[in-house]
């Protein structure tokens, strides 16, 4: 799990980038099934998988991209940054036991309203399986840290 680290919108520059690492344990899977009510069997059942293009189970590509709110909530920019919105393109399965690597870069910033443009990606291996792009409201030291109302 990351530690937290705040970063405010003055922290911040164009080409920061943070990553996660984690491998996908059929446990997560079942968790995400079990709190999103996600119960579709290519997730949830080997024998119902095993007829699929895929051959086996794979994570719900929700899943997959919780991962990238991971990074934002917690590191890049950290507490206090507000969704705005989210891009993605789902590229390829993610399957029980894969190790997802997250990337997270800072790739634009509107200092007029604290916005920050974050490129973001999904891989295992060297296979994007997700990408998209996120942005995000940063508080900003003048705010004492609290997010800006206005979105």
């Known amino acids: 799990m990351l530690p937290l680290r705040m970063l405010y919108f ?5 080409g920061m ?11 997560d899977v079942v968790g995400f099934a079990e709190v999103t009510g996600d119960r579709n069997p ?38 206090g940054a507000i969704y705005i919105s989210q891009t993605l393109n789902f590229r390829a399965p993610v399957k029980i036991g894969d190790t997802v690597d997250v990337s997270v870069v800072v790739s634009e910033l509107m200092p007029e309203k604290f916005r920050a443009r974050l490129a973001c990606t999904c891989s295992v291996g060297d296979e994007v399986v997700l990408d998209g792009e996120a942005w ?5 030291k003048d705010s004492g840290g609290r997010p800006l109302p206005r979105i």
């Open 136 to 140: 995000v409201k940063v508080p900003s």
């Open 42 to 79: 290519i997730h949830l059942s080997e024998h119902f998988a095993a007829k699929t293009p895929f051959g086996t189970r794979i994570a719900h590509g929700l899943y997959t991209a919780s991962l990238i709110s991971a990074v934002l909530g917690t590191r890049l920019p950290g507490p």
């Open 17 to 27: 980038t943070e990553t996660l690492k984690k491998v996908i344990d059929a446990s």
């Open 10 to 14: 003055e922290d911040l520059s164009v």
